[in-house]
Structures are given as C-alpha cells and as structure tokens.
C-alpha cells in the first residue's frame, strides 16, 4: 500500500473542501494552518499519515501549548490552538468518508485549551463616535474612508464583505444592501443607517471608474480586505485611539455590543451579522455583564466608595468598642445595685 504522504493528504483535503463548497480564502487558511500540523509529523519522522494515532494527536497538543507563532512571536492564543486542532480534526473526518484511512484517530477526542479565554475587543460608543468624526470628508480619499466604515458600523459588516460589495447591490430607497455569498456562501440583505447612506451617496458619483462594479476602490481597481484593515490601524491611530487588540474587525464587534447594550433582540443581531449559529452572537453579552458589573459597583450601597470592606483594623476598632460597653455596662449594673442598697437602707431607717 502506499504512503499517504503530507503533500497527498493536503491535496485530498482541498478538493474535499472545494466539493463541499468552501471559499477560496477559507481554504487557503485551513491549508495554511494544516502545515503547522505537518511540521509537527516532520518533527516526529511520521510520513505516512495513517501511522498517527490518538497519542500522537495529543503530543501534538502539548506541542502546541508550548509552541511560540513565527509570525507574532508570541504563544499560540487559546482561540488559534482550537482552530489548529480543529483543522486537525476536520482533515482526518475528510480522510475517513474519502475511506483513506479505516479508524478516525479523533474520533471521540475532546480538545481542551489551557489559559484564559480572550474577549473580542470593541470600541467604546465614545471611541467609535471619535473615531469617525476624525475621518475628514473633505478629500475624495477620506469621504471613501468615510463612507467605508459608516457603513461597516451601520451594518456589522466584515471587511471582506465591504471587499466585495457592487454598487448594483445597493437600495439607495429604502436603504438596504445585499451581501452576495457572504460566509458560508449565504447572502443577506441588511440595512443601512441614514448617516452612512448619506456619505455613501455623496461618495458614489466620485468613486474611481476604472472599477464600475464594486463601491469601494483604490488605485488598483476594487479595495481588498488587506488594504481595508491598513486603513482602519492608520485612521485609528491618527484619531488618538490607542489601544491593544483593535482592528477592522472590531467595528463589527462594536455594533453587536452597541446593540445589544440599547436593547435589541439577541435574534435580530443574529441575523444582522450573519452568524450561522446563536452562540456565536452570545459571545457580545459578556461586555454587556461587564458594564453591568461596572454600574453595579458604582451604585449599590455596599459595592460603591461609600462601602469598605472588612478588614483586620476594622474588627480590632470593634472588638475595642464592644470592650468599652462591656466595662461601660458593668459600672452602670454597680451604680444601679448601689443606689437600690443606699434606698432600702434608707427605707429601713424610717
């Protein structure tokens, strides 16, 4: 039998996921991720895929937990080292139903990643507001600039999505644009705040022609998501916003967080993003229980800076006062008997 090598598997795993209708850029990235795991085979000289058993996959793991990324030369975050699992996992359950291999080594294996989940950042109402208020109009560059993330803010675009958007995709009348193959290859149509189709409109007439179809373009024709995200870190920092964690796709996180901070359905919000399942929106609630947090500290009697909390010195100073009434109450009880002997004493003497 021959050897199921790495470069045989790779090339199995991508017409299985072109079968299974996954976009281009997904797989490039599961590909991408797939080599990290065939770094690791390379470590252990396996170079039959077949030969990788569940000990195997779990070396993998721990290899992962203490692996620094070459590209952020930091550790892998806890949300990569579930991705890369992931991959894993999705590669050896393709290679199973293309019956390239008899046992599935994962099948039934629960991947659990050390450390601290890291939330998504947003940006605050106040630095969204600032951020886009920084953006002058008055150049064709910064009314595209404008136009751009009004409109990523209206309507929690990602960036790919504002990529790929065709002016023949937007209902100038009732302010509704369609998002064609969006994630999952599913479209959606979504709505458009007034703000941002006011500056979208006003940005049209004088967008670049080379480019009809798409809305947003640079000097070489259609804006990619790449450039998007450049401009977003440039703008971001020219607005004095200085802050770890922020990127273009934060602004997305930021109108979930918004809207659902303003009382909107978790639903609606759902069907805004585009989020295949609801869990993947519950992710936003856990800023909301934060600020919850934050007020609950700063009104609630025992919470705010009114309210100390119980310390040693506070229980000496109250162990000394409740001693100081004790020996306060027993001089009161031998004044009391005092008296009542001094007044029967008189009482006999009459």
């Known amino acids: ?18 079968e299974a209708g996954y976009r281009t850029s997904t797989i490039r990235t599961k590909l991408a991720y797939l080599k990290i795991f065939f770094g690791f ?38 949300r990569t080292k579930s991705m890369l699992v992931g991959v894993v996992r ?34 605050s109402e106040e ?5 886009l208020d920084s953006i002058n109009p008055n150049s064709l560059l910064g009314l595209r600039d404008r136009a751009m993330f009004e409109l990523m803010y209206s309507s929690g675009l990602r960036v790919s999505e504002v990529s790929a958007l065709d002016v023949e995709d937007i209902d100038r009348q009732s302010r509704m644009i ?24 006003k940005y049209l007439p004088f967008k ?15 804006l990619k998501a790449v450039s998007i995200s450049n401009r977003f870190k440039k703008l971001l920092e020219e607005s004095g916003i200085k802050r770890k964690g922020l990127s273009a796709h934060s602004i997305r996180h930021s109108t979930a967080t918004h809207l659902l901070a303003h009382g909107a359905d978790l639903r609606y919000v759902q069907d805004l993003l585009g989020h295949e399942s609801i869990e993947t929106t519950v992710v936003y609630t856990h800023e909301l229980y934060d600020n919850l947090k934050r007020i609950y500290k700063s009104y609630h ?22 001693s100081k009434l004790v020996e306060q109450k027993r001089r009161t009880e031998k004044h009391r008997k005092m008296r009542r002997r001094r007044y029967w004493e008189r009482k006999k003497g009459l």
């Open 90 to 123: 999705f590669l050896f359950r393709s290679l199973y139903l293309k019956e390239k291999i008899i046992v599935n080594p994962m099948q039934g294996y629960c991947f659990k990643s050390k450390g601290e989940e890291k939330l998504r950042e947003s940006l």
């Open 178 to 201: 369609l998002l064609r193959q969006a994630k999952w290859d599913k479209d959606r149509v979504v709505p458009v705040s007034k703000v941002a189709m006011d500056f979208l409109l």
């Open 1 to 18: 039998m021959r050897k199921l090598t790495p470069e045989k598997t790779a090339k199995i795993f991508e017409e299985y996921l072109k």
């Open 301 to 322: 009697p025992r919470e705010n800076e009114y309210y100390k909390e119980v310390d040693r010195e506070y229980l000496d100073c109250l162990e000394a006062f409740r």
């Open 127 to 131: 630095e969204i507001n600032r951020f």
């Open 208 to 222: 670049r022609k080379k480019t009809k179809a798409a809305v947003f373009t640079g000097a070489y024709g259609r």
């Open 41 to 78: 085979t390379r470590q252990k000289n396996i170079c039959d895929i077949r030969d990788i058993n569940i000990e195997i996959i779990k070396e993998f793991v721990k290899y992962l937990q203490q692996t620094v990324s070459s590209t952020t030369q930091k550790p892998y975050a806890k």
